[in-house]
Nanobody, 123 residues
Framework: QVQLVESGGGLVQAGGSLRLSCAVS????????MGWYRQAPGKQRELVAV???????IYADSVKGRFTISRDNAKNTVYLQMNGLKPEDTAVYSC?????????????????WGQGTQVTVSS
C-alpha cells in the first residue's frame, strides 16, 4: 500500500524557515509529478509548488523567491524549503502526486495525498 507522509511542520516566527518532507512508502516503482498544497482556515486549498518528473518546477506567485521544491528520487521523497515565512503562510500543508507502484507482477499508477502537516507563522 502506498502512503505519503509529511513531516517538518511546526511553529516559527515571521522571517524564519522550515523544511517540509513528503516521504512516499510502499512497493514503489517511481514517484511522478508531485506538488505541495496548503489550506488555511476558512480558505480553499491552493497549489503552492509543483515539481515534474523531469525536474521542472512551478510556484504560486505568493511564494516565488521564498520557497523551493525539490525531490530525491532515490529516497522517494519530495521537499519544500520555506524561507522568509510570513503569517499568511500559516496553513496545513499537504503533498500530492502520482505514484507508480508494484502489485504482484504488474505496475499501476494512482494519485495520492498525504495527511498534512501544520505550519504556523507568528508575527
Amino acid at each position: 500500500q502506498v502512503q505519503l507522509v509529511e513531516s517538518g511542520g511546526g511553529l516559527v516566527q515571521a522571517g524564519g524557515s522550515l523544511r517540509l518532507s513528503c516521504a512516499v512508502s510502499g512497493s514503489i516503482f517511481s514517484i511522478n509529478d508531485m506538488g505541495w498544497y496548503r489550506q488555511a482556515p476558512g480558505k480553499q486549498r491552493e497549489l503552492v509548488a509543483v515539481i515534474f518528473s523531469g525536474g521542472r518546477t512551478i510556484y504560486a506567485d505568493s511564494v516565488k523567491g521564498r520557497f523551493t521544491i525539490s525531490r530525491d528520487n532515490a529516497k522517494n521523497t519530495v521537499y519544500l524549503q520555506m524561507n522568509g515565512l510570513k503569517p499568511e503562510d500559516t496553513a496545513v500543508y499537504s503533498c500530492n502526486g502520482g505514484v507508480t507502484y508494484y502489485s504482484g507482477s504488474s505496475r499501476y499508477t494512482n494519485d495520492y495525498w498525504g495527511q498534512g502537516t501544520q505550519v504556523t507563522v507568528s508575527s
